[in-house]
């Protein structure tokens, strides 16, 4: 069995790193021993290593479910670039790419295989894999398998049953944003042993948090951008119409700005992607379809134009900021407009009434942060179970709290026409 120092001197000689960064060094540990892990780490901890660094000490093959055609398509281009046997399946590569890849993993060629969990659970795939030397299963993004999670998919669902049919492999799962209920629901669906648990907190302390009430229009955006010139960031916005928009008026300001949704033309979205990666000073002004797996150190800002669609979102979405550990900032802007709209989204989908339940008691919290009378960290990590002191590092704490007269919106709040939610997060007081 490979023990830490083998694991110490890839860390060095393929990687490049002189040490781990905290909580790394356990979490491999445990799985060189040969255990199930379950790892919530914040983002920018370095959680893809914990699975990519053993798979280089074993002699069979290791499998990554990602949630994200380009997420695989960055770490594999890493990995690639390390000089690592690594490679995807998706409906993004050309047939030949595909047949290429199947032969690899028919003669035991790949270290890493990513593939996505619709393909992965195809009666095909799955004996392709049975036949192949799978050692170990690494489930990223695992928040996914909890139907409580803030991005759930079903398929994501089927992985317990997936882990069975490859001989009970050894298993491990990654995320960033799972507060209790939903590590709870990923124990009882993925394992069939009780793994490893790993909690290393939720804390970002380089990344300035600061919320905005709307006002002005554009002028909170372009004053936000113009404060950092030169600086790349992300700008997310609730419309693939106003990210084209915005990208538009932000490069009439003199930014560097591109956009990035779901609608554009594919070969244009990587084109952008690439840009924004490769280039300094890139604004990216994007829906969320951007950002899960984007692996750039030094973004030194990300602001929404528009709130989030929840707590868990909004967390994964500014923790794209700052993961070189060098200062970044962070600016929602928040309006009723935006609130109304995240309650009619809840209110018109179609999962159940207790999912609809829940996801009210996510949005009510993203409101609460934004209306918290006190320290803006404090607050978000309580919803996460944590307890700190005040940080000293967002608005709150740097600039005190702005005093209005709140009388009208607390009767429009009140009212009979806007229904409260039926529950609470932890700790956190529900809102309207």
């Given at each position: 069995?490979p023990?830490?120092?083998a694991?110490?001197r890839?860390?060095?000689t393929?990687?490049?790193?002189?040490?781990?960064?905290?909580?790394?060094e356990?979490?491999v540990?445990?799985?060189?021993?040969?255990?199930?892990?379950l790892?919530?780490?914040?983002?920018g901890?370095g959680?893809s290593?914990c699975?990519?660094?053993?798979?280089?000490?074993?002699?069979?093959?290791?499998?990554v479910?990602s949630?994200?055609i380009?997420?695989?398509?960055?770490q594999?281009?890493?990995?690639r670039g390390y000089g690592?046997a690594a490679?995807?399946?998706?409906?993004?590569n050309?047939a030949?790419?595909?047949?290429?890849?199947?032969?690899?993993?028919?003669?035991?060629?790949?270290?890493?295989?990513?593939?996505?969990?619709?393909?992965?659970?195809?009666?095909?795939?799955?004996?392709?894999?049975?036949?192949?030397?799978?050692?170990l299963?690494?489930?990223?993004e695992?928040?996914c398998i909890s139907?409580?999670g803030h991005?759930f998919r079903?398929e994501y669902?089927?992985?317990?049953?997936?882990?069975?049919?490859?001989?009970?492999?050894?298993?491990?799962a990654?995320?960033a944003?799972?507060?209790?209920?939903?590590?709870?629901?990923?124990l009882?669906?993925?394992f069939?042993?009780?793994p490893?648990v790993f909690?290393?907190?939720f804390?970002?302390?380089?990344?300035?948090l600061?919320?905005?009430?709307?006002?002005?229009g554009?002028?909170?955006i372009?004053d936000?951008?113009?404060?950092?010139?030169?600086?790349?960031?992300i700008?997310?916005?609730?419309?693939?119409?106003k990210?084209?928009?915005?990208a538009?008026?932000?490069?009439?300001?003199?930014?560097?700005a591109?956009?990035?949704?779901?609608?554009?033309?594919?070969?244009?979205?990587?084109?952008n992607?690439d840009?924004?990666?490769?280039?300094?000073?890139?604004?990216?002004v994007?829906?969320?379809?951007f950002?899960?797996?984007?692996?750039?150190?030094?973004?030194r800002?990300?602001?929404?134009?528009?709130?989030?669609?929840?707590?868990?979102?909004?967390y994964?979405?500014?923790?794209?900021a700052?993961?070189?550990?060098l200062?970044?900032?962070?600016?929602?802007l928040?309006?009723?407009?935006?609130?109304?709209?995240r309650?009619?989204?809840?209110?018109?989908?179609?999962?159940?009434?207790e999912q609809?339940?829940?996801?009210?008691q996510?949005?009510?919290?993203?409101v609460?942060?934004c209306?918290?009378?006190?320290?803006?960290?404090?607050?978000?990590?309580?919803?996460f179970?944590?307890?700190?002191?005040p940080?000293?590092?967002?608005?709150?704490?740097?600039?005190?709290a702005?005093?209005?007269?709140?009388t009208?919106?607390?009767?429009k709040?009140?009212?009979?026409?806007?229904?409260p939610?039926?529950?609470?997060?932890?700790?956190?007081?529900?809102?309207?």
């Amino acid at each position: 069995m490979p023990d830490l120092a083998a694991a110490e001197r890839i860390l060095r000689t393929t990687f490049g790193f002189e040490a781990f960064r905290p909580g790394q060094e356990d979490i491999v540990a445990s799985i060189l021993g040969g255990h199930d892990v379950l790892a919530v780490m914040p983002t920018g901890s370095g959680k893809s290593l914990c699975y990519q660094l053993p798979a280089l000490l074993r002699d069979d093959l290791t499998v990554v479910v990602s949630p994200l055609i380009a997420l695989m398509r960055n770490q594999v281009a890493q990995l690639r670039g390390y000089g690592i046997a690594a490679a995807a399946l998706n409906s993004a590569n050309d047939a030949a790419d595909n047949w290429a890849t199947r032969d690899q993993i028919a003669r035991g060629e790949l270290r890493l295989l990513y593939i996505a969990p619709e393909r992965l659970v195809k009666a095909e795939t799955l004996d392709l894999l049975k036949r192949a030397k799978v050692g170990l299963l690494a489930v990223d993004e695992a928040h996914c398998i909890s139907q409580w999670g803030h991005d759930f998919r079903p398929e994501y669902a089927a992985l317990g049953a997936v882990q069975a049919e490859l001989g009970d492999v050894q298993t491990v799962a990654f995320t960033a944003t799972a507060d209790a209920g939903t590590r709870t629901d990923i124990l009882d669906k993925l394992f069939s042993r009780p793994p490893a648990v790993f909690v290393h907190g939720f804390d970002r302390p380089n990344l300035r948090l600061a919320m905005q009430a709307k006002a002005g229009g554009r002028k909170q955006i372009t004053d936000f951008i113009g404060a950092h010139a030169g600086q790349s960031g992300i700008v997310y916005c609730a419309s693939r119409r106003k990210t084209e928009e915005l990208a538009e008026a932000l490069r009439g300001s003199g930014a560097t700005a591109l956009a990035y949704h779901a609608g554009m033309d594919s070969m244009e979205r990587s084109r952008n992607q690439d840009t924004f990666l490769q280039d300094d000073g890139i604004v990216m002004v994007a829906t969320v379809a951007f950002g899960m797996g984007i692996d750039k150190p030094d973004i030194r800002f990300v602001l929404h134009a528009d709130m989030p669609s929840n707590i868990e979102s909004y967390y994964q979405e500014i923790g794209r900021a700052g993961r070189d550990g060098l200062a970044a900032d962070t600016l929602m802007l928040y309006g009723m407009g935006d609130i109304r709209l995240r309650r009619l989204q809840i209110d018109e989908s179609e999962a159940s009434d207790e999912q609809k339940r829940i996801d009210r008691q996510r949005l009510n919290a993203l409101v609460s942060l934004c209306e918290s009378p006190r320290c803006r960290r404090q607050t978000l990590l309580t919803y996460f179970g944590e307890t700190i002191e005040p940080c000293a590092n967002c608005d709150f704490c740097c600039d005190g709290a702005e005093v209005i007269d709140g009388t009208i919106a607390a009767q429009k709040a009140l009212s009979p026409s806007c229904a409260p939610a039926s529950a609470s997060a932890p700790n956190i007081s529900p809102m309207c």
